[in-house]
Each structure stands twice: as structure tokens, then as C-alpha cells.
T-cell receptor, first 117, second 114 residues
Framework: DAGVTQSPTHLIKTRGQHVTLRCSPISGHKSVSWYQQVLGQGPQFIFQYYEKEERGRGNFPDRFSARQFPNYSSELNVNALLLGDSALYLC????????????????FGDGTRLSIL | QKEVEQNSGPLSVPEGAIASLNCTYSDRGSQSFFWYRQYSGKSPELIMSIYSNGDKEDGRFTAQLNKASQYVSLLIRDSQPSDSATYLCAVNPGSGAGSYQLTFGKGTKLSVIP
């Protein structure tokens, strides 16, 4: 079975530009979460989506937004890119329990490495 | 603020030895705990999950959880050079709003010396 797939693999942008990252979850997984990982740090939570609704948001500015589609795939959008946005962006999917809450493990895709020049 | 603390290492162990990786967390209500392995330039790979106090074994890996001490550890027996990676501890409150917000430590870099 296919795992979490993310596209593109690598991306180079300049300051002020906009970027869209895409994610397809594991088949049967309805929850998608996004994380940002900078070098030397653990992943930091950005968003979680379930049934097309935002269920959680980390401490990131409004330049970051996301959405989930009826097929449970998701997009992460970042506007007005800053040098500090350079990072590995990870998408994770998981099963869900009642009311969209779950303690199930999250499975990560290979990530999108974003470089801002 | 919920925090997860790990010794950044590097932790060096000889091949065949036991590697012991430790993690403490600040949110006493946390219910789900995960260990991920991350090779350089790659994404995190789930290796263990643990939810109850005590030990959980899976092959050469054993996860240990002590909720009273807010402590979780990972033991790797018969360490192999292929185990050389950064090990990330992740904590999930496990219920209610925010139950998907994994909080990660910074990771411990493990080096297994042949």
C-alpha cells in the first residue's frame, strides 16, 4: 500500500513569493497534519485537518494556511515567504476515533524541502 | 507550554551494545508516546508507540513508559551501524482538542560504531 505522498520533493523560492505544498494521505486515513522541521530541531506542528475542517493550529503566522479536500488530500499554502520559512515541510496522516480525536500514530511522508533565497 | 526534552547527543555505542535513549515531557495529562527514527535528509519513521506504563517490546526495540515520572525511554538491543540516526520522542495528549498535535523533542543523534 502507498504511504503518505508529498509533492513537490524540493522547491526553491524567493522572498515574498507564495508556495503551495500537496499531500495525499495513506488510504483510509482521514486526518492530515502538517509540520515544519528546521535543521537540528524536531518537527513543529502547523495544522491538523479532519473532514475538511481545521481541528488544530500551531503557533504560526496567518501567512500559513491549509485546506483538506473531499478525498482527504491536503494543501499547505504559505504567502509572503521569508528566509526563515526555509525548512522541511512534513505531512502526516493517521486514523481517527470518535469525534475526530485519536491517539493513533501519525505516519509521515518524505516531505518537501523548501529553500528561500 | 508543553515541552519534550531529549539529550541531543551524540550518543555513541559500539556495535552489539544496548543503546538507551531518554525523553521527559512536561504535560502530565499526556497519554500517547511515540518514537520516530530519522535518517539524515529523510523524514521521520515510526518505530514504537506506547500508551501504558511499563515496557513494550518489538524486536530489538523496547519502549518504557513511566507516567508518574513523566519519562519515556527507548532501548535498542544488539545495536547495528544501520541504527545510526536521530531518534525523536513525540508526545500526544491523546484526547480532546489538540489530540493530533504531536510535540517533538529535538532528537538524540545515535552513532553505532562498528
Amino acid at each position: 500500500d502507498a504511504g503518505v505522498t508529498q509533492s513537490p520533493t524540493h522547491l526553491i523560492k524567493t522572498r515574498g513569493q507564495h508556495v503551495t505544498l500537496r499531500c495525499s494521505p495513506i488510504s483510509g486515513h482521514k486526518s492530515v497534519s502538517w509540520y515544519q522541521q528546521v535543521l537540528g530541531q524536531g518537527p513543529q506542528f502547523i495544522f491538523q485537518y479532519y473532514e475538511k475542517e481545521e481541528r488544530g493550529r500551531g503557533n504560526f503566522p496567518d501567512r500559513f494556511s491549509a485546506r483538506q479536500f473531499p478525498n482527504y488530500s491536503s494543501e499547505l499554502n504559505v504567502n509572503a515567504l521569508l528566509l526563515g520559512d526555509s525548512a522541511l515541510y512534513l505531512c502526516a496522516s493517521s486514523l481517527v476515533g470518535t469525534y475526530g480525536y485519536s491517539n493513533q500514530p501519525q505516519h509521515f511522508g518524505d516531505g518537501t524541502r523548501l529553500s528561500i533565497l | 507550554q508543553k515541552e519534550v526534552e531529549q539529550n541531543s547527543g551524540p550518543l555513541s555505542v559500539p556495535e552489539g551494545a544496548i543503546a538507551s535513549l531518554n525523553c521527559t515531557y512536561s504535560d502530565r495529562g499526556s497519554q500517547s508516546f511515540f518514537w520516530y527514527r530519522q535518517y539524515s535528509g529523510k523524514s521521520p519513521e515510526l518505530i514504537m508507540s506506547i500508551y501504558s506504563n511499563g515496557d513494550k517490546e518489538d524486536g530489538r526495540f523496547t519502549a518504557q513508559l513511566n507516567k508518574a515520572s513523566q519519562y519515556v525511554s527507548l532501548l535498542i538491543r544488539d545495536s547495528q551501524p544501520s541504527d545510526s540516526a536521530t531518534y525523536l520522542c513525540a508526545v500526544n495528549p491523546g484526547s480532546g482538542a489538540g489530540s493530533y498535535q504531536l510535540t517533538f523533542g529535538k532528537g538524540t543523534k545515535l552513532s553505532v560504531i562498528p
